[in-house]
């Protein structure tokens, strides 16, 4: 793949994703929009993989949309007309954020540099963040003349900083730096670009020692529950999760290496 590099840990279970355009701060573009979507709907079945780090290549994280890419991704399906073909390529885009959530394998996000626009959605959909010291985030959707509500960024900010925040993110489209992205939770934690995939990485580890149907169902419940109306609905959907898993072997397996204090070895099974 071109805008894309994958490597595996040597134990073969987390996987570290990076953007590869560093030349243009690792933009979206029409190859990357395909094969960030591709390399999603491969992890959707695979088994191995328990945790994902997502990055960026160079000084940029994700610098969000290349505007040339959406131009010439109008220009070349004029038959739609322009207000179809636009919806067709703002969907295709936003789907990507409805991958990652919907994947199984939790993602952690290396935020390595700036991360506007589309690139704030992607790092918002992560599952949890960490960002270096030259972290930047911004919604510049309005700097474009446009909403700033784009790419599931009006619905994952106010649950991860608060309406408050996230408002004057959107309406001003103003750059936030590392140190109050730590402090107002957008990201777990800010160290220094040195020690950022290995604070990441510690994550990833952290995730897949335990069992794979344990964290997809923990994933899975968290994100749903986010959305739950009521107490009692967000417990009835725990309640069933706990007892669904407790019919895995991976969790006769986890009781077991409990009670013998050994390490548990899963099989997603």
């Known amino acids: 793949m071109n805008s894309l590099n994958l490597e595996s840990d040597s134990t073969g279970t987390i996987l570290t994703l990076s953007l590869n355009k560093p030349e243009s701060l690792n933009a979206l573009d029409d190859e990357m929009i395909d094969e960030l979507s591709q390399v999603l709907a491969n992890l959707s079945t695979n088994r191995e993989t328990r945790a994902i780090v997502l990055t960026g290549v160079g000084r940029g994280f994700c610098s969000g949309l290349n505007l040339a890419s959406f131009g010439g991704s109008l220009a070349k399906d004029d038959s739609r007309g322009r207000v179809q073909a636009g919806m067709y390529f703002q969907k295709r885009l936003a789907e990507i954020v409805l991958a990652m959530r919907r994947l199984p394998i939790p993602i952690v996000g290396a935020i390595n540099g700036p991360a506007t626009g589309g690139g704030l959605a992607l790092a918002l959909a992560c599952d949890t963040r960490v960002c270096s010291i030259k972290a930047r985030f911004s919604a510049a959707f309005v ?36 140190a109050e992205a730590e402090r107002s939770r957008l990201v777990l934690r800010c160290t220094s670009q040195d020690d950022l995939l290995g604070e990441a990485n510690g994550v990833a580890t952290q995730i897949a020692s335990n069992s794979p149907f344990g964290v997809w169902m923990t994933k899975e419940v968290l994100w749903s529950n986010l959305d739950a109306t009521s107490l009692s609905g967000a417990i009835d959907l725990e309640n069933r999760t706990q007892i669904l898993a407790l019919q895995t072997s991976d969790s006769k397996e986890a009781a077991s290496a409990f009670i013998h204090k050994r390490p548990a070895e899963y099989k997603n099974t």
């Not at 900010?157 to 408050?164: C, E, K, N, S």
Request: hydrophobic content about 45%.
């Open 143 to 178: 700097k474009l003349g446009v909403s700033g509500c784009d790419m599931g960024v009006s619905y994952l900010l106010p649950r991860i900083v608060g309406p408050t925040l996230a408002f004057e993110m959107m309406l001003t489209g103003r750059i936030i730096d590392a």
